[in-house]
Structures are given as structure tokens and as C-alpha cells.
Nanobody
Framework: QVQLEESGGGLVQAGGSLRLSCAAS????????MGWFRQAPGKERDFVAA??????YYQHSVKGRFTISRDNAENTVHLEMTNLKPEDTAVYYC????????????????WGPGTQVTVSS
């Protein structure tokens, strides 16, 4: 089992920045794909970004504004969010799975409880 816990959410003005972190514990494995989804009120949970041992992937709307990175020594993945927009407001969920393809199928092995990000206009 792997436990994921997000941190770093909060309230920020449009144009501002936030850094989300996700700490993994338990039977962690640095070969796991890790990443982020987000869910706004009344909407489906959408893919945001993911990172594997060799590649990074982004949703089109965040490309160039968000950067995903990982620290395998600390079993942590980060999401640096810049130039935030009100439409980025959502609960952000960390996820981990053996294969990146699980992110596309939304069949993730592990989820964190989520952290709220609110961007005011």
C-alpha cells in the first residue's frame, strides 16, 4: 500500500503562483508514475500533469504555466503553478500508479485526499 498526502494549496490572486507537494509513504516505488488531477465544483476530475522516470505530461491548458517534478530520495512530487487563472480553481488530487497509461484511463492505484486551490479574479 502507498499513502499520498498533498500540501501547499490555498488562496491566491490571478497571476500568482502556488507550489503543491505530494508526499508518498508506505511501499513506495520510484518507478511509479505520479501526477495530479483536479476537480472543480460540478465538474469531472480532470488530468493535470504526470511524471514518469523518463517523461512529463501536461494537460493542454496548463502547459507552459505548470511544472511537475519529483524528488525520488524524498518520495515527493511537486507541481509548480504560475500565472494562475480563476479557472484553475479546484481541488487538486495527487495520484500514483504503476503505468502512465493508468492516468489516461483514470484507473489509478492510489489517490491522495486532495488540497483546495482557489484563484481569485
Amino acid at each position: 500500500q502507498v499513502q499520498l498526502e498533498e500540501s501547499g494549496g490555498g488562496l491566491v490572486q490571478a497571476g500568482g503562483s502556488l507550489r503543491l507537494s505530494c508526499a508518498a509513504s508506505g511501499h513506495t516505488d520510484s518507478t511509479y508514475a505520479m501526477g495530479w488531477f483536479r476537480q472543480a465544483p460540478g465538474k469531472e476530475r480532470d488530468f493535470v500533469a504526470a511524471i514518469t522516470t523518463t517523461n512529463t505530461y501536461y494537460q493542454h491548458s496548463v502547459k507552459g504555466r505548470f511544472t511537475i517534478s519529483r524528488d525520488n530520495a524524498e518520495n515527493t512530487v511537486h507541481l509548480e503553478m504560475t500565472n494562475l487563472k480563476p479557472e484553475d480553481t479546484a481541488v487538486y488530487y495527487c495520484a500514483a500508479s504503476l503505468h502512465y497509461s493508468d492516468f489516461m484511463r483514470r484507473t489509478l492505484d492510489y489517490w491522495g485526499p486532495g488540497t483546495q486551490v482557489t484563484v481569485s479574479s
